[in-house]
C-alpha cells in the first residue's frame, strides 16, 4: 500500500493520478490472481505510465503490442510473473474500404465514425492508411458490433472486414532530420522550426489546441522544451527533439530535431 501511495503522490504532480490509480489496480489484480490484467490501448505518455508502475512492482511484468510496427497506440499487460501461460491481449483488426475516385477521407473521418458508432477511444488502436482504404487496431470485444454498424464514413459506404494481423500494412517509419537555430527553447520556437512554419503562426495553433508535447496538450506557447520531447501537431505529424547542441557564437540555441514522414 505504502508504494501505491508513493507512486500515486508521484504522478499527481503532473496530473495523471487518475490514470496512475486505474493501472495500478490493473497491477494489483495481476499480482493478486497470479495471472494477467490487459489495459484499454494507450498512446506512449499513458504507457510510460504504466512503465513505470511495472518498474516498482517487481512481481509483474509488462507486455505491449499494437499490432502494427512503430504502432503509436499499444494494448499492454500486467503479467504476474510466475503466470505460465501467454497472455492474450484482445487485439482483432479490420480494414474499411471505399471507392477512392468520389471520396477522399483522412484520419480524422475514420476516427469520428467510429466514436459516431458510440465506440470509446479507448477501444481503437492505430489507423493506418493503405491503398485499399484505412487499416486499425481494434479491442476483439468490438468486431462484431463495428462489422455490423460501421457501414459510412462521413458520406462515404464503406465495406468493413476483419483481417488477420498478417494482412496489415507495415509501413516503414522515414525520419528528416532538421538543424536550426532559435532564440530560445519555448515551444512556439522549435516546433515552428519542425514543421517550417512561423513562430506566429505555431503559437496561434497552440492556444487551438492542436498541439501535443509529450501526448499531452501543450500548456502554452512559452512553456520549455527540452532534448527528448515530442510534439504532435494535428495532421502534421510527430517532431522529436533529437538534440540540443549549445550555444552559438551569436548567441542562438542549436538543435537537432527529427520530424516523423
Not at 458508432?117 to 487499416?135: H, N, W, Y
Not at 519542425?194 to 498541439?211: C, D, F, H, L, T
Request: glycine letters at 8%.
Amino acid at each position: 500500500m505504502a508504494e501505491r501511495d508513493k507512486l500515486l503522490a508521484y504522478f499527481r504532480a503532473g496530473g495523471d493520478d487518475q490514470l496512475a490509480a486505474k493501472l495500478l489496480d490493473l497491477a494489483e489484480a495481476a499480482v493478486r490472481s497470479r495471472k494477467y490484467r490487459v489495459t484499454d490501448f494507450l498512446d506512449p505518455h499513458a504507457y510510460n505510465v504504466a512503465s513505470v508502475i511495472a518498474a516498482n512492482y517487481p512481481q509483474v511484468d509488462l507486455l505491449a503490442d499494437g499490432g502494427f510496427a512503430h504502432a503509436e497506440r499499444v494494448r499492454a499487460a500486467f503479467v504476474a510473473e510466475d503466470f505460465p501461460g501467454q497472455a492474450d491481449l484482445g487485439l482483432a483488426f479490420l480494414e474499411a474500404s471505399w471507392d477512392k475516385r468520389y471520396y477522399s477521407l483522412g484520419h480524422r473521418d475514420v476516427l469520428g465514425a467510429f466514436m459516431g458508432c458510440g465506440c470509446k477511444r479507448e477501444t481503437l488502436g492505430d489507423i493506418v492508411f493503405v491503398p485499399a482504404g484505412a487499416q486499425m487496431a481494434v479491442d476483439r470485444v468490438m468486431v462484431p458490433y463495428l462489422l455490423a454498424n460501421l457501414t459510412s464514413v462521413g458520406s462515404a459506404p464503406v465495406s468493413l472486414r476483419e483481417i488477420t494481423g498478417e494482412e496489415l500494412f507495415q509501413k516503414e517509419e522515414k525520419v528528416k532530420e532538421i538543424s536550426a537555430t532559435v532564440a530560445d527553447l519555448r515551444l512556439d520556437a522549435v516546433a515552428a522550426a519542425g514543421y517550417g512554419i512561423s513562430r506566429s503562426r505555431m503559437a496561434e495553433e497552440i492556444k487551438a489546441q492542436n498541439v501535443k508535447v509529450n501526448w499531452q496538450e501543450a500548456k502554452k506557447a512559452a512553456q520549455t522544451v527540452k532534448e527528448g520531447d515530442v510534439f504532435s501537431f494535428r495532421g502534421r505529424g510527430r517532431v522529436e527533439v533529437a538534440e540540443v547542441r549549445g550555444t552559438t557564437r551569436k548567441g542562438r540555441i542549436s538543435i537537432l530535431l527529427k520530424r516523423f514522414i
